[in-house]
Antibody, heavy 121, light 107 residues
């Protein structure tokens, strides 16, 4: 079955950087767009970034544009999120999620368990 | 950017009740809307995509409708396992956006 396992979260100081990873298995990773979605403590879901199945298209939420970079390695079945210039507003659980249909989709049918990023001095 | 507004933000209901949650988009999103359920401490689960298509394994008491800017999620007969927070999400254009969530609580 589909498995998405995030790693790389932790505590980082304001202005710092962090790289999140998501290891995927149980499906043909190279056929599916992938997303990062975050959830601040006690808050709702916020879209962070998307990357197309082939890595050619990338989009970002307004709050992270210019600071975060999404990438993928289809040979390793891995998704990444490079985060820089972090602020306390970036404190959240970060989920990687798989699009429901190959190549292009309008929903997310599998989510990892999330990795917590805490930005604090 | 497209904004999504859910109402109500919370609803108190009893087992067996019919529950309706609405979601409004700030512009026409056709039928490109999904609904998710999230229980405390758990990851979101896809319920419905493309406005009205039930995801695999989702009970038939859940249904979705709407197109354009106005959408509805209905739980026909609330079950104990349905107490959770529900989110809508538009996929018409990037950045995708979620509604702020509707918490279904036990009356």
């Amino acid at each position: 079955q589909v498995q998405l396992v995030e790693s790389g979260g932790g505590v980082v100081q304001p202005g710092g950087s962090l790289r999140l990873s998501c290891a995927a298995s149980g499906f043909v990773f190279s056929n599916f767009g992938m997303k990062w979605v975050r959830q601040a403590p006690g808050k709702g879901l916020e879209y962070v970034s998307v990357i197309s199945y082939d890595g050619a298209l990338k989009f970002y939420g307004n709050s992270v544009k210019g600071r975060f970079t999404i990438s993928r390695d289809n040979s390793q079945n891995k998704l990444y999120l490079q985060m820089s210039s972090l602020s306390t507003d970036d404190t959240a659980v970060y989920y990687c999620a798989k699009e429901s249909q190959a190549y292009s989709s309008s929903s997310l049918d599998s989510w990892g368990q999330g990795t917590l990023v805490t930005v604090s001095s | 950017d497209i904004q999504m507004t859910q109402s109500p933000s919370s609803v108190s209901a009893s087992v067996g009740d019919r529950v309706t949650i609405t979601c409004r988009a700030s512009q026409d999103i056709s039928r490109l809307l999904a609904w998710y359920q999230q229980k405390p401490g758990r990851t979101p689960n896809l319920l419905i995509h493309d406005s009205s298509i039930l995801h695999n394994g989702v009970p038939s008491r859940f249904s979705g409708s709407g197109s354009g800017t106005d959408f509805t999620l209905t739980i026909s007969s609330l079950q104990p396992e349905d107490f959770a927070t529900y989110y809508c999400q538009q996929a018409k254009s990037f950045p995708w956006a979620f509604g702020q969530g509707t918490k279904v609580e036990n009356k």
